[in-house]
């Protein structure tokens, strides 16, 4: 059974500075990794899908980064603002499934960024 | 542009009740699922959809039942609510399942059971 587990749990940081958020998986047999946010009391926003052939990908101040043979995914953002406040959680279709499995989500990293 | 709609956004319902969550999207997406979170356990899979007709289990289907009757709606029915059904519940979608495409979410339902 798939397992992602997101390091740390929560993290507060000052305005301005660079973070990385870790994303970790126990079966490497994935067709993609989707990196989400989460504002308080709202759904979860599509940030980036890394497909499994890819190392990277980027939006904006967003960097995500795969690693499936060890298992490893992180997120970097870039000069942190307040406005990033948010859950961020990374996600990954049922091991070993088709196109239309299920995605099985990490427990999530509360990022706080202080003005 | 309205994405992918949930109603109500709040509930509270009695032990035994019955009732529908809404899920209306309108980006003609075929695949369609509903999570429920909660704290300490994140997101579980309940039941998902892969086109109008044909559903299947996810983790966690025991006390509840859907059917897709159209590509637009995903409708989550609790047949008797019970406490440990006290959750915020998530549909999403996409064009195609989560192994092609990001998942698009709605905002959710909190649903407490008394």
């Known amino acids: 059974k798939q397992e992602v587990t997101q390091i740390p749990a929560a993290l507060s940081v000052p305005e301005g500075e660079n973070l990385v958020l870790n994303c970790s998986f126990t079966?490497?047999?994935?067709?993609?990794l989707q990196w989400f946010r989460q504002d308080p009391g709202k759904g979860l926003t599509s940030l980036l899908l890394i497909q499994s052939s890819q190392r990277e990908q980027t939006s904006g101040r967003l960097n995500a980064s795969l690693d499936k043979s060890s298992g490893r995914s992180t997120l970097y953002i870039a000069a942190s603002q307040p406005g990033d406040s948010a859950t961020y959680l990374c996600a990954v279709p049922n091991a070993g499934g088709t196109s239309y499995g299920k995605l099985t989500f990490g427990q999530g990293t509360i990022l706080t960024v202080h003005p | 542009n309205a994405g992918v709609t949930q109603t109500p956004k709040f509930q509270v319902l009695k032990t035994g009740q019955s009732m529908t969550l809404q899920c209306a999207q309108d980006?003609?997406?075929?695949?369609m699922s509903w999570y429920r979170q909660d704290p300490g356990m994140g997101l579980r899979l309940i039941h998902y959809s892969v086109g109008a007709g044909i559903t299947d289990q996810g983790e966690v289907p025991n006390g509840y039942n859907v059917s897709r009757s159209t590509t637009e709606d995903f409708p989550l029915r609790l047949l008797s609510a019970a406490p440990s059904q006290t959750s915020v519940y998530f549909c999403?979608?996409?064009?195609?399942?989560?192994?092609?495409?990001?998942?698009?979410f709605g905002d959710g339902t909190r649903l407490s059971i008394l």
């Open positions: 079966d490497s047999a994935i067709y993609n």
């Open positions: 999403a979608s996409s064009r195609q399942g989560p192994g092609n495409q990001p998942q698009h």
């Open positions: 980006m003609n997406h075929e695949y």
